[in-house]
């Protein structure tokens, strides 16, 4: 069964970090790119960071850009987000996923799979 499986959410003050990992599993993600999404309440699935195929160009959102930063470990179809100076705006679920767009993509409908997704709260 394909499966991507996020973990690493919780509760931070803001200005604190937090470390999302996604793993996969069922399949080779070697030729797609990895991004995260995130959603909060009323709000529509909003792009946060991609990585291409390669693990050689990251993009991120200028909401994050600073803040947060990408990496992959291809060999282990593993992906990480250190999320550092956290903001309450910053409060949302958090979602993994893989897209067959090998270079990356800011779109979540180019996106073919997808994790549960993890809650991070910031507070105030």
């Known amino acids: 069964q394909v499966r991507l499986v996020e973990s690493g959410g919780g509760l931070v003050q803001a200005g604190g970090s937090l470390r999302l990992d996604c793993e996969a599993s069922?399949?080779?993600?070697?030729?797609?790119?990895m991004g995260w999404f995130r959603q909060a309440p009323g709000k529509e699935r909003e792009f946060v960071a991609t990585?291409?195929?390669?693990?050689?160009?990251?993009t991120y959102a200028d909401s994050v850009k600073g803040r947060f930063a990408l990496s992959r470990d291809s060999a282990k179809d593993a992906m990480t987000l250190q999320m550092n100076s956290l903001k309450p705006e910053d409060t949302a679920v958090y979602y993994c996923?893989?897209?067959?767009?090998?270079?990356?993509?800011?779109?979540?409908?180019?996106?073919?799979?997808w994790g549960q997704g993890t809650q991070v709260t910031v507070s105030s």
């Open positions: 996923g893989a897209s067959r767009y090998a270079g990356g993509s800011v779109y979540p409908q180019e996106y073919d799979y």
């Open positions: 069922g399949r080779s993600f070697s030729l797609y790119s």
């Open positions: 990585i291409d195929w390669s693990a050689v160009t990251t």
